[in-house]
């Protein structure tokens, strides 16, 4: 249990890294706010839509009485938004890790080159060829996403567990798969492929809900996973190091020039005496 209060730890960590570093935090917006713009118009859509799709998949429903009909339509017309709104949520990340591939490559390097003393490890691939890659990946885990989101919006169904262990199951599910897209930034760089990335998130289960039930949980408000974005890629790195066991702990030398290394200036040099 302790590793789950340790994962959400670096959930704060990382949004006070990013509160620290006004410039990242700036650019971190920029691709979470063109993302928004994009899947706020087709929620809307879905919203008006959903319950047009309900009738058409329900015919059998047509001739029901008052109000049973109203009150099964308007349940699954629910489902239908939720399961939408939980793909939304996974794919949110995914995409917006997509369009800002640049932005979040250098904030999560400015993260490692901080706690390791100014170092930080390259992939040494291509622009293109992380940006094929980092699609590639966002499909794979979006596939296996909907395979679970079909799955839960089946259980839904299933009375009084369908209204409370499921829901709670569907935040599970989608803390760990954005997990997975956060830390991706900073396991790519390392050279780490899809299925070995999640090999070492399942080693710390706990760790990794710890750190994206509550991150999914936020992610829900509009507007929050904008804002929350740039801090949750410095937290995911922060994790990585944990996870693979890579020193942590060294101040932040940005400032190093000015003498802001987290450490006293040395004094200075006592002049000579006179001959």
């Given at each position: 249990m302790r590793d789950l209060g340790t994962g959400f730890g670096y959930l704060v960590k990382g949004q006070r890294w990013a509160a620290g570093h006004g410039?990242?935090?700036?650019?971190?917006?920029?691709p979470g706010l063109v993302t928004?713009?994009?899947?706020?118009g087709a929620l809307v859509g879905l919203a008006y839509g959903a319950d047009d799709f309900v009738g058409w998949a329900t015919p059998f429903a047509d001739g029901w009485g008052s109000p049973w009909l109203a009150l099964?339509?308007?349940?699954?017309?629910?489902?239908?938004?939720?399961?939408g709104l939980f793909l939304a949520v996974i794919s949110f990340t995914a995409v917006t890790l997509l369009v800002g591939q640049p932005f979040y490559e250098k904030l999560s390097a400015d993260v490692d080159r901080a706690e390791s003393g100014g170092e930080a490890p390259e992939s040494g691939l291509s622009l293109a060829r992380e940006l094929w890659i980092s699609a590639r990946d966002s499909l794979r885990i979006l596939a296996?996403?909907?395979?679970?989101?079909l799955l839960l919006f089946g259980l839904g169904f299933v009375p009084v567990v369908g209204q409370s262990v499921i829901p709670a199951l569907g935040f599970c599910v989608t803390g760990f798969f954005l997990t997975e897209e956060l830390t991706a930034v900073a396991l790519q760089r390392r050279g780490m492929e899809l299925r070995p990335r999640l090999t070492l998130l399942r080693s710390r289960r706990l760790l990794v809900l710890g750190f994206g039930v509550p991150?999914?949980?936020a992610f829900v408000v509009p507007l929050v996973a904008v804002f929350l974005m740039p801090g949750a890629v410095a937290g995911a790195t922060l994790m990585v190091r944990d996870l693979l066991g890579e020193p942590a702990g060294a101040e932040d030398t940005d400032a190093s020039a000015d003498g802001a290394t987290g450490r006293p200036p040395a004094p200075a040099p006592a002049p000579a005496p006179a001959p």
């Open positions: 410039k990242s935090l700036g650019v971190g917006l920029l928004l713009v994009m899947y706020a099964f339509r308007g349940f699954l017309t629910a489902l239908v938004f939720a399961l296996r996403v909907a395979c679970y989101g991150l999914a949980l």
